[in-house]
């Protein structure tokens, strides 16, 4: 898998041919209901033009004029010649070299909710926008997909190292399309895997928009506490910096797949949320305020040692575990006192995971236990103590170390 400079799988984008001939063969006609496709047409710019009420409709592409070439849609299978009709659209649409004609099949193939951004870049030089732009409104766009995943799993203000892993895990099934010149951007999240993701997103926009305006009219941040239910947290505030900086202003619209509808309790249509330069010096304060207010936790932690070190051949020492069990992030460092120390080292030496129990503390999120109270080794059956002797014993340094490390205790 290809990762991202931070680490982490890097967002997959739904390939785009130059040649519109090498697009993948279009949806079965029979597996397509002509409402759907009507309303994917409508929500991607094409206007109706005429056509049997009743019967059929005549479809015409964005652009002046609605000019390109037009589609005749049954309005149902009612029309003997129905599945021709759809068969004879679907085959125009996958011609097409519109952005627009490619996003209304993925939307029949794949029903997804779709998730857009718009950003008002400055303009270059015959109308183009900065390199950087695209860049920016990708990365912006998959932070504020990614603090809404962690949102699915928690709500918290700061979720640092938490529930990171199967959040971005969460983001594999959605597909995006072309940025326009870094001014437009759209995710496509299936209905199947991923409404709860778009749910959560939806929910969040509208929270932090609504904060951030009883920031400016009131002057006062309690908003941004409520806000947290509903997905806003330290992570999104900064994903919606990110997007806003460097533009006039910024828009972003969730559309409800028309196949599944509108889940309960959001608006269809939903109005696109505007954030503009203006609204910046409030996002920053929410996210500092989050990140500075966030409590550190109380946990009791499985894990595995994988590191130890210290400066000397006695007193305390720093030990990283592999989390088991205990908190939602994949590793954490602790400080140790000789004898815990010790009892750590004698465990990964016979291929046994500890317990520790103490404070997952927020600074340097959430990967530092502080106010250990204890360390005890925990007991494994032999197949599992083989798994984890395998996984653990990486390199000969690192046993060389550990058995420097423990030696003559």
Request: net charge neutral.
């Amino acid at each position: 898998m290809t990762l991202s400079p931070t680490g982490e799988p890097l967002w997959p984008v739904r390939p785009r041919p130059a040649d519109p001939t090498a697009w993948p063969d279009p949806p079965d006609p029979a597996r397509v209901d002509p409402a759907v496709l009507g309303a994917l047409l409508r929500r991607h710019g094409w206007q109706r033009r005429g056509g049997a009420r009743g019967r059929y409709g005549r479809w015409t592409p964005p652009g002046p004029g609605g000019s390109g070439t037009s589609l005749l849609v049954p309005e149902s299978r009612a029309l003997p010649d129905s599945d021709d009709l759809l068969g004879e659209a679907l085959h125009a649409l996958a011609r097409s070299g519109s952005p627009a004609a490619r996003d209304i099949l993925v939307g029949l193939a794949v029903p997804s909710d779709e998730i857009r951004w718009w950003r008002d870049v400055p303009v270059g030089p015959a109308g183009a926008a900065p390199w950087v732009a695209e860049d920016q409104l990708r990365g912006a766009a998959r932070q504020m997909l990614l603090a809404a995943a962690l949102a699915t799993h928690a709500r918290a203000g700061y979720h640092g190292a938490r529930h990171r892993r199967p959040a971005a895990e969460s983001l594999e099934s959605v597909l995006a399309g072309a940025a326009s010149g870094g001014r437009r951007l759209t995710a496509f999240v299936p209905v199947a895997t991923g409404r709860p993701l778009a749910v959560r997103f939806h929910q969040a926009l509208h929270a932090a928009r609504e904060a951030v305006d009883y920031r400016r009219a009131t002057g006062g941040m309690d908003a941004f506490d409520g806000a947290v239910e509903a997905g806003v947290s330290h992570e999104f505030t900064k994903a919606l910096v990110a997007l806003v900086r460097g533009t006039e202003g910024a828009r972003i619209a969730v559309a409800w797949a028309p196949a599944a509808g509108a889940p309960e309790g959001c608006a269809t249509p939903a109005e696109p949320v505007e954030f503009s330069p203006g609204d910046l010096p409030v996002l920053r304060d929410a996210a500092a305020r989050y990140l500075s207010e966030e409590p550190s936790v109380s946990v009791s932690v499985t894990g595995t040692v994988v590191r130890m070190r210290r400066s000397g051949t006695g007193g305390t020492g720093a030990v990283r575990l592999h989390v088991l069990a205990g908190a939602e992030v994949p590793r954490v460092r602790v400080t140790l006192d000789e004898e815990a120390y010790r009892i750590a080292g004698h465990a990964h030496l016979v291929g046994l995971p500890v317990r520790v129990d103490g404070r997952l503390e927020s600074r340097g999120g959430f990967r530092r236990l502080t106010g250990v109270s204890k360390v005890v080794p925990v007991q494994v059956d032999d197949a599992e103590r083989d798994r984890l002797m395998k996984s653990l014993q990486e390199t000969a340094e690192i046993t060389a170390f550990f058995e420097g490390a423990c030696g003559g205790e």
